[in-house]
């Protein structure tokens, strides 16, 4: 079985296996009918990629839908605020999406065109390896393999490979493996294909195999090693942190910040928040140790209610606001939570 690939040249068991084509058989038969595949503009292609990095396709589709709504080119996307862009994405999380995506688009508006090359688009401010693949081969057809967490399931059970996905090594190796098995005259349909049989056929768990059409060359299946293929290496520990916001209520008014680069949450809006818990004030608890979860952080949460006819002296950096233009700013899903607590 072959459990390496360490040279360039074509693989001789490549070369007689019959992945390509079956796989390419498949995606014409159950490839899944998406609103971005009946396009070949860079910018939707670009747009879908982007909001599906970290985001289900049920989820996802509404999002690109209101998207290309609003902003229906790449130059309006361009003109617009980044309030309004990240007020758009409000429940999509991994904010700084949002406003990598508004930053590219910028950067697209001032070159005067979509890049045309992978080298160009990969250039674009959050877009990666595999994104600019994926628009340089849908969009224009170029040979470029995009490797993702399906591909590096796929690749890595039907070849039998236990080299770590997340590892310097394995990210070249299955880059390499999926760049030869890539057809250059379908590198769109192959990617595709990839990543539907990824989500579809090969799910990381209970993947179909008894209806699997590459089941007779499938190492994982004939060796048992479904349910331990993919190999990834340990994550990195996840830190809890703790925040407790105030809500001002002031007379119709609240007070709200934009919080600063660096940070969690970065360029989104919040509630009065401190470290320590005022002694002085006429506090209401809300709600007690919140949880929400992030990619590298926990985040557990105290929600208090001032109501008060005098404004609280807080720091500068907060602006005064009438409750009812909330809606108008973006607030993280957490602050979505305090606000559903408030009494009405």
């Known amino acids: 079985m072959l459990t390496t690939f360490t040279e360039v040249t074509p693989n001789p068991y490549i070369m007689h296996n019959n992945f390509t084509p079956i796989l390419l058989q498949w995606f014409l038969e159950n490839g899944r009918d998406l609103p971005w595949r009946h396009t070949r503009d860079p910018y939707a292609i670009w747009l879908s990629e982007i909001i599906l990095q970290q985001t289900r396709i049920q989820q996802g589709q509404a999002y690109w839908e209101r998207f290309m709504q609003k902003f229906p080119t790449v130059e309006a996307l361009a003109a617009a605020t980044e309030d309004e862009v990240l007020r758009l994405w409000q429940g999509l999380g991994y904010y700084s999406r949002a406003r990598n995506l508004h930053f590219a688009a910028q950067q697209i508006a001032k070159i005067g065109h979509f890049p045309t090359t992978y080298e160009e688009t990969r250039k674009l401010k959050g877009v990666g390896d595999y994104t600019a693949a994926a628009i340089a081969s849908i969009a224009f057809g170029l040979p470029h393999a995009a490797v993702d967490g399906n591909v590096y399931r796929v690749l890595s059970r039907h070849f039998g490979i236990d080299s770590p996905i997340n590892s310097t090594e394995g990210k070249h190796l299955f880059a390499e493996l999926a760049q030869q098995l890539l057809p250059k005259e379908e590198a769109s349909a192959f990617n595709q294909a990839m990543m539907d049989f990824g989500a579809i056929q090969c799910t990381p768990q209970s993947p179909r195999c008894v209806l699997c059409p590459l089941q007779e060359t499938c190492d994982a299946l004939h060796t048992g090693r479904i349910d331990t293929l993919p190999v990834k290496l340990k994550k990195l520990e996840i830190k809890t942190r703790h925040l407790t916001y105030i809500y001002v209520r002031c007379k119709g008014e609240t007070a709200i910040r934009r919080r600063p680069a660096g940070d969690i949450l970065q360029g989104l809006w919040e509630p009065w928040n401190v470290e320590k818990t005022p ?46 233009e909330l809606e108008n700013y973006a607030l993280p899903r957490l602050i979505e939570i305090l606000l559903e607590s408030l009494p009405r």
């Open 279 to 324: 002694k002085d004030l006429p506090l209401i608890l809300l709600r007690k140790d919140v949880k929400h979860v992030l990619t590298h952080r926990i985040l557990l949460a105290d929600f208090y209610l001032l109501d008060i006819d005098k404004r609280p002296s807080i720091p500068e950096e907060y602006i005064w606001i009438p409750e009812a």
